[in-house]
């Protein structure tokens, strides 16, 4: 305690309370205040609301490594995706989750078969 004394507060802040969060939880922060300035002003406006719509039984993800790469000047991002799914029942297509995200390639490998199917 006669260290805590001896520091001055600022360097006793950070000391009691740990290190201050990243800068991209400051942004996203600043960004919610606007966003919530422009509500209260009638300048936002909401999305709409997507139906709800479950994702079909046929394929179902088992593992997934996802890797993001976000770009904090504009607020967008870039990702790589990729998945091991289980399939039940024979389908000639896949049907994942992805609002609001461009996807700009897709790319498919049966288990045991060498060949890669790119979309």
Same mark, same amino acid.
């Given at each position: 305690?006669?260290?805590?004394? !001896?520091? /001055? ?8 309370? +740990? $290190? /201050? /969060?990243? *800068? ?5 922060? &600043?960004?919610? &205040? ?7 002003? =009638? ?6 609301? &997507? *139906?709800?719509?479950?994702?079909? !039984?046929?394929?179902? /993800?088992? %593992?997934?490594? @996802? #890797?993001?790469?976000?770009?904090? @000047? ?10 091991? !799914?289980?399939? &039940?029942?024979?389908? %000639?297509?896949?049907?994942? %989750? #992805? ?10 490998? $049966?288990? +045991?078969?060498? =060949?890669?199917?790119?979309?």
């Amino acid at each position: 305690m006669w260290l805590a004394a !001896a520091v /001055p507060s600022l360097a006793r802040r950070l000391l009691l309370l +740990g $290190p /201050p /969060p990243p *800068p991209l939880l400051l942004l996203l922060s &600043r960004s919610s &205040r606007r966003r919530r300035r422009l509500h209260s002003l =009638g300048l936002a406006a909401m999305p709409e609301k &997507r *139906p709800f719509e479950r994702l079909p !039984a046929e394929v179902s /993800p088992i %593992n997934y490594s @996802l #890797c993001l790469k976000p770009d904090l @000047l504009d607020f967008t991002f870039e990702g790589k995706l990729e998945a091991a !799914a289980q399939v &039940r029942q024979a389908t %000639n297509q896949i049907v994942m %989750n #992805c609002a609001d995200i461009d996807i700009i390639t897709a790319s498919y490998a $049966p288990e +045991g078969d060498e =060949g890669l199917v790119k979309f």
